[in-house]
């Protein structure tokens, strides 16, 4: 799965951890975010990630 950066403040989602501060298990892709999720750090929309290339 692919980890996703946030264009703003650089926080890195990395599906292998999810989010559990914002109830998001490990293993849910970015993809499979809900529309409501926000950057933990910077609270913008996923629109403003950029997919992390390797």
């Known amino acids: 799965m692919d980890k996703y950066v946030c264009l703003p403040c650089d926080y890195v989602y990395d599906p292998e951890l999810g989010d559990p501060d914002n109830d998001v298990p490990p293993g849910t892709s970015f993809e499979d975010l ?18 992390v290339e390797e």
Do not use: G, N, Y
């Open 34 to 51: 809900s529309d409501e999720w926000l950057c933990p750090v910077c609270f913008v929309d996923k629109d403003q990630f950029e997919k």
